[in-house]
């Protein structure tokens, strides 16, 4: 088992800047593809970015290239999400997920979630 705990969310005007937090503990070495995902309001789940422990390696959606950085810290087992130039757009729910070896962009790939942190953006 993986539990992992999100933090750093809350209210920015547009142009500002937040970061995301995501501890996990458990069985951590057992999670290689470490992901945020968001749920804006009456959408579905999307994925946002996700890196891997193994290569270093980051993915992003495309609307997010350029402002968001995905990182992580093995020795911590923590993963950030530096978001920067934020859009009223990017105002969701985002959660942290966690699986076993490649990344994917479909949710329902993932293991492990966290409870999400809410981040709000205003115009």
């Known amino acids: 088992q993986v539990q992992l705990v999100e933090s750093g969310g809350g209210l920015v005007q547009a142009g500002g800047s937040l970061r995301l937090s995501c501890a996990a503990s458990?069985?951590?070495?057992?999670?290689?593809?470490m992901a945020w995902f968001r749920q804006r309001p009456g959408k579905e789940r999307e994925f946002v970015a996700a890196?891997?422990?193994?290569?270093?390696?980051?993915y992003y959606r495309n609307d997010v290239k350029g402002r968001f950085t995905i990182s992580r810290d093995n020795a911590k087992n923590t993963v950030y999400l530096q978001m920067n130039s934020l859009k009223p757009e990017d105002t969701a729910v985002y959660y942290c997920a966690a699986r076993g070896s490649s990344y994917y962009t479909d949710p329902r790939r993932y293991d492990y979630w966290g409870q999400g942190t809410q981040v709000t953006v205003s115009s």
């Open positions: 458990g069985r951590t070495f057992s999670s290689n593809a």
């Open positions: 890196v891997l422990r193994s290569s270093g390696n980051t």
